[in-house]
Structures are given as structure tokens and as C-alpha cells.
Nanobody, 121 residues
Framework: QVQLVESGGGLVQAGGSLRLSCAAS????????MGWYRQAPGKQRQLVAS???????NYADSVKGRFTISRDNAQNTVYLQMNSLKPEDTAVYYC???????????????WGQGTQVTVSS
């Protein structure tokens, strides 16, 4: 079994910072891309940022210049440093990873349970 466990959410004032972490554990052979998504009330889940195993990154336009995604391949962990937070960043943030549990099975998308980020004005 594979688990993604997120941490680091919370309540912060506008302009503040938070750092999210997501650790993958269990029967893992390899991890491809990892990423963060968010879902605000009444809205669809959307990509915030993603990072390949080699370190190439992709960001939603709304967070470029404010958020930074990084990963530690040895620890199977992905991070999201969020600076200059705005009230519109308020959402549940979900970790995502493409994981292969053995060499002989397809890669499967796994999701964390979500962590709440609330930015007050």
C-alpha cells in the first residue's frame, strides 16, 4: 500500500507564508511527477504546481513568483513553499504523485488526504 501524508496547512494572514510537505510511504518502486492541487469551496480541483523527478517545474499562472515547489527524491517528499499569500489562495491543498509499486505494473496516481490553507484578509 502507498500513502501520501500532507502537513503544514493552517491559518495565516494575507502576505504571510506557509510551507506544505507531502511524504510518500509504503511499497514504492519509483515516483514520477509529484504535484500540488487545490480545491476551493464550490470550485473544481486545479493544479497549483508540479515537479518531475529531474526537477523540472510547472506553475499555475496565479501562483507564479509566489510559490515554489521542490522535492527530495531520497525522502520521497515534495514541498510547496507559499509566500505572499492572498485570500484567494484559501483552499484544501492536495498532494499528488505518480507512483509505480513494482517494475511490472503501470504507474498510478495517488492522492493525499488534503490539508486546509486559510488566508485571512
Amino acid at each position: 500500500q502507498v500513502q501520501l501524508v500532507e502537513s503544514g496547512g493552517g491559518l495565516v494572514q494575507a502576505g504571510g507564508s506557509l510551507r506544505l510537505s507531502c511524504a510518500a510511504s509504503g511499497s514504492i518502486f519509483s515516483i514520477n511527477a509529484m504535484g500540488w492541487y487545490r480545491q476551493a469551496p464550490g470550485k473544481q480541483r486545479q493544479l497549483v504546481a508540479s515537479i518531475t523527478r529531474g526537477g523540472s517545474t510547472n506553475y499555475a499562472d496565479s501562483v507564479k513568483g509566489r510559490f515554489t515547489i521542490s522535492r527530495d527524491n531520497a525522502q520521497n517528499t515534495v514541498y510547496l513553499q507559499m509566500n505572499s499569500l492572498k485570500p484567494e489562495d484559501t483552499a484544501v491543498y492536495y498532494c499528488n504523485a505518480g507512483i509505480r509499486t513494482t517494475l511490472y505494473v503501470p504507474m498510478i496516481d495517488y492522492w493525499g488526504q488534503g490539508t486546509q490553507v486559510t488566508v485571512s484578509s
